[in-house]
C-alpha cells in the first residue's frame, strides 16, 4: 500500500487522462506558478492516469495512480540554495505525472523520472523532493535535488538517490531528507559526491550523509510525525519521540495484516493519547470540564487570535486541518488497485474507492472553482471541516464520525464481494467504474445533509 497527503494545496479535485498514442508531439511543462519552463518529446504511448489535482495559480497534477497500478506521491523538502538552476526544465507535478504516463512498474518510474532530470534538469527553487512510487510488488525512494545554478544541458541535470523499501517494511517522510548513508543497493546519479565537492558542501573527507550534504533538517516539525506513524506500526520499536533521526525504514511484524482501514486511522491521527495531545492543554479546561471547542489541529496561520489568548501551542499532527487531499493507494494485480481518495482533512472527511482502471467519476469531483465557494467535492468537505473546527469541534467530530464510519465502514465491508463479482464475466467492462461512481454521490450527498445539519446545531442558534 502507498499513501500520501498534501498540507500545501489551495484545493484540490480529481482528473482522468486516457491512454493515447502521440506522433512527433511534445509535452509543454508549465510551471505552479502557469510559467512556461520547456518541453521535452513526448513518446509514442502514453498510459491511462488518474491524477490529484494540487490547485495553484496554475493547477498541477500531484501523484495519483495509472491504469497497470502504479503509484506516486511526493513531499517537499527543504535543500542548500545552491541547487537552484533556472536553466532547468523539469519540475515535480510534471516529473510524476509523466512518470505515470510512461510506466509500467515503479522500477520502471525510477528510470524515467531519473532520465528526465539528467537530461532537462531538475526545476525545485526552495530545495528537493522525495517522490516515492510503489506498485503491487515493490516500492521505492527517489530523493532529488537541483544541479547548482551553473548548471549547462549535457551535464547531470541533478543529484538523486534512489532505494528500494524492503519487504515488510514501513517508510515515511514528512518534509525532509530521509535518506543518510548511501547503500550500496542503492541508484544514485554520476554526479552524488562531485556536485558536493564542487558546491562545497561536502570536503571529502567527513562522512558522507545526503540528508546533511544536501538537505536543512526541519527537527520536529518532521520528526514528530515521523515517530508517530513508526510508533503505531511498529510499537515493539519503542522509539522516542525526542530522537532527531530515525532509520530510514523499519520492519513491522503486526499481530494481523495492515488493511485500508487502519491506514485510514493513522492518517487521522493527532496524537490521540500522547503527551502532544493538544486538547488537553489545561487552558482547555473549564472547572474540570473540557470546553467543546478544544481542537487538535491548532493554528491554521501564523497568527491565530484564539490560539495567541490560549497560550497554546500547537503540533504537526498526521492529520491537518489545512489538508488539500490524501489517498490510500491499495495496489493489486488483476486490474484491482484501487485509490481511497479523501478531499480536504482526513479526520472530517470520507475516503472513497478509485479504481485504477475506470474513466469516468460524478462531475463534482473533477471541477474547484478557486474563487468563490460552490458545489464541487472540495468545497463541501472543506465546508464540513471548517464548521468542526471553527466552532464547538468536541461535538461536532461526534456527528461527522457518525456519517463517516458509517459509509466506510459500508464501502469496506462490500470491497470483496464488489472485486469478486467485477471478476465475472456477467459484471461487464463498466462495473467497478459505475461502483466507484455510485460511492463518489453518496459520500457527496452524504457530506451536502451533514453541513446543513452541522449549520442549524451549532450555528442558527
Not at 510512461?102 to 526552495?126: H, Q
Not at 544541458?153 to 517522510?173: H, L, M, N, T, Y
Amino acid at each position: 500500500m502507498h499513501t500520501y497527503s498534501c498540507d500545501g494545496a489551495k484545493y484540490c479535485y480529481l482528473k482522468h487522462t486516457p491512454r493515447e498514442k502521440h506522433e512527433n508531439e511534445s509535452y509543454a511543462v508549465f510551471s505552479f506558478e502557469g510559467k512556461k519552463l520547456g518541453e521535452v518529446p513526448q513518446v509514442n504511448e502514453t498510459y491511462a492516469v488518474w491524477s490529484t489535482m494540487d490547485g495553484t495559480d496554475n493547477d498541477l497534477p500531484s501523484g495519483g495512480l495509472n491504469e497497470y497500478g502504479v503509484s506516486i506521491a511526493e513531499t517537499s523538502i527543504p535543500g542548500k540554495d545552491v541547487l537552484f538552476s533556472e536553466n532547468c526544465v523539469m519540475d515535480y507535478p510534471n516529473l510524476m505525472f509523466l512518470a505515470l504516463q510512461r510506466s509500467k512498474s515503479a522500477r520502471e518510474a525510477i528510470d524515467v523520472m531519473s532520465y528526465l532530470v539528467n537530461t532537462y534538469g531538475f526545476y525545485m527553487e526552495y530545495g528537493g523532493e522525495c517522490i516515492t512510487v510503489a506498485d503491487p510488488q515493490e516500492a521505492w525512494i527517489f530523493e532529488v535535488f537541483g544541479p547548482g545554478k551553473e548548471w549547462e544541458p549535457g551535464e547531470p541535470g541533478a543529484v538523486w538517490v534512489a532505494r528500494k523499501i524492503k519487504d515488510d517494511e514501513v517508510f515515511v517522510s514528512a518534509n525532509r531528507a530521509r535518506i543518510g548513508e548511501i547503500e550500496e543497493e542503492d541508484i544514485t546519479s554520476s554526479n552524488i559526491y562531485s556536485l558536493a565537492k564542487n558546491l562545497k558542501l561536502w570536503d571529502g573527507k567527513e562522512e558522507f550523509l545526503w540528508y546533511d550534504v544536501y538537505g536543512i533538517d526541519q527537527g520536529r516539525y518532521s520528526s514528530l510525525r515521523e515517530w508517530r506513524v513508526f510508533s503505531l506500526l511498529a510499537p515493539s520499536e519503542h522509539l522516542s519521540p525526542e530522537e532527531e533521526r530515525y532509520p530510514v525504514s523499519i520492519k513491522i511484524e503486526p499481530n494481523e495484516k495492515i488493511g485500508v482501514k487502519d491506514l485510514m486511522n493513522i492518517y487521522r491521527d493527532t496524537y490521540e493519547g500522547t503527551q502532544f495531545d493538544i486538547t488537553e492543554a489545561e487552558a482547555f479546561y473549564i472547572n474540570g470540564t473540557k470546553s467543546p471547542i478544544a481542537s487538535p489541529y491548532g493554528r491554521r496561520n501564523t497568527k491565530d487570535d484564539l490560539w495567541d489568548l490560549l497560550g497554546i501551542e500547537s503540533e504537526r499532527t498526521i492529520s491537518q486541518s489545512r489538508t488539500g487531499f490524501s489517498f490510500i493507494n491499495q495496489l493489486r494485480g488483476n486490474g484491482l488497485s484501487v485509490m481511497w481518495f479523501a478531499d480536504d482533512c482526513p479526520g472530517t472527511s470520507i475516503y472513497v474507492p478509485v479504481y485504477a482502471g475506470i474513466k469516468r467519476m460524478p462531475e463534482r469531483w473533477l471541477r474547484c472553482n478557486d474563487e468563490t465557494f460552490d458545489d464541487s467535492a472540495w468545497w463541501i468537505f472543506n465546508l464540513v471541516n471548517n464548521l468542526a473546527f471553527q466552532s464547538r469541534y468536541q461535538y461536532a467530530i461526534q456527528d461527522i464520525r457518525k456519517v463517516q464510519s458509517s459509509i466506510e465502514g459500508r464501502f469496506l465491508a462490500q470491497q470483496k464481494a464488489i472485486e469478486n463479482t467485477a471478476m465475472t464475466p456477467k459484471a461487464g467492462e463498466d462495473f467497478l467504474e459505475r461502483y466507484s461512481y455510485n460511492c463518489a454521490n453518496e459520500a457527496l450527498n452524504a457530506y451536502d445533509a451533514l453541513a446543513k445539519q452541522l449549520i442549524y446545531k451549532y450555528y442558527a442558534f
